[in-house]
T-cell receptor, first 115, second 110 residues
Framework: DQQVKQNSPSLSVQEGRISILNCDYT??????FLWYKKYPAEGPTFLIS?????DKNEDGRFTVFLNKSAKHLSLHIVPSQPGDSAVYFCAAKRNYGGSQGNLIFGKGTKLSVKP | SQTIHQWPATLVQPVGSPLSLECTVEGTSNPNLYWYRQAAGRGLQLLFYSVGIGQISSEVPQNLSASRPQDRQFILSSKKLLLSDSGFYLCAWSAGMRAFFGQGTRLTVV
């Protein structure tokens, strides 16, 4: 049972345009969401997060939108740059410890930004 | 600042051989520690987590085990590797809402 779903395994975007990566979740108890970026043969690095009390969080070129009623979040990158090419993982967690507090990841979306 | 060390970076092991991957964290105390595996097309799968010394919880049944002999040390082991154990293994720590990952170990079982 996949609680965090990234239904697009890959996405190709032209440099300068907007990249939109989508993520859906099934567990309504999730209350914190994160995006990680991963280059090949490296560990994921934290990119941006959002609490369930918000519907938008912006950090430079990166914006995360949360639609709680639809159990959907998206990451917008604008403008996209070739260095953004990587695998992006969506993750969710419940805001307390124990097993319920662990990060649950989606399968990732490979973003390719073409020059 | 906190850092996480994971080694080795790559490992090729024959089927049936043992495994020991080590992870250490610096600059923090009593972190939650995690082992994840990234297998092809399957995202990041949580294998084990630990909230303290000697406290290990397993998320999925498997051929692997984990131990936490010291506060900032987390070890992933196997007595006999299977071909299906191949993958990219990631250690992570958290002390709040985010998890911070090591550089990963690429394990190939041949």
């Amino acid at each position: 049972d996949q609680q965090v779903k990234q239904n697009s395994p890959s996405l190709s975007v032209q440099e300068g345009r907007i990249s939109i990566l989508n993520c859906d979740y099934t567990n309504s108890m999730f209350d914190y969401f994160l995006w990680y970026k991963k280059y090949p043969a490296e560990g994921p690095t934290f990119l941006i997060s959002i609490s369930s009390i918000k519907d938008k969080n912006e950090d430079g070129r990166f914006t995360v939108f949360l639609n709680k009623s639809a159990k959907h979040l998206s990451l917008h990158i604008v403008p996209s740059q070739p260095g953004d090419s990587a695998v992006y993982f969506c993750a969710a967690k419940r805001n307390y410890g124990g097993s319920q507090g662990n990060l649950i990841f989606g399968k990732g979306t490979k973003l390719s930004v073409k020059p | 600042s906190q850092t996480i060390h994971q080694w080795p970076a790559t490992l090729v092991q024959p089927v049936g051989s043992p495994l020991s991957l080590e992870c250490t964290v610096e600059g923090t105390s009593n972190p939650n520690l995690y082992w994840y595996r990234q297998a092809a097309g399957r995202g990041l799968q949580l294998l084990f987590y630990s909230v303290g010394i000697g406290q290990i919880s397993s998320e999925v049944p498997q051929n692997l085990s984990a131990s936490r002999p010291q506060d900032r040390q987390f070890i992933l082991s196997s007595k006999k590797l299977l071909l299906s154990d191949s993958g990219f293994y990631l250690c992570a720590w958290s002390a709040g809402m985010r998890a911070f990952f090591g550089q990963g170990t690429r394990l190939t079982v041949v």
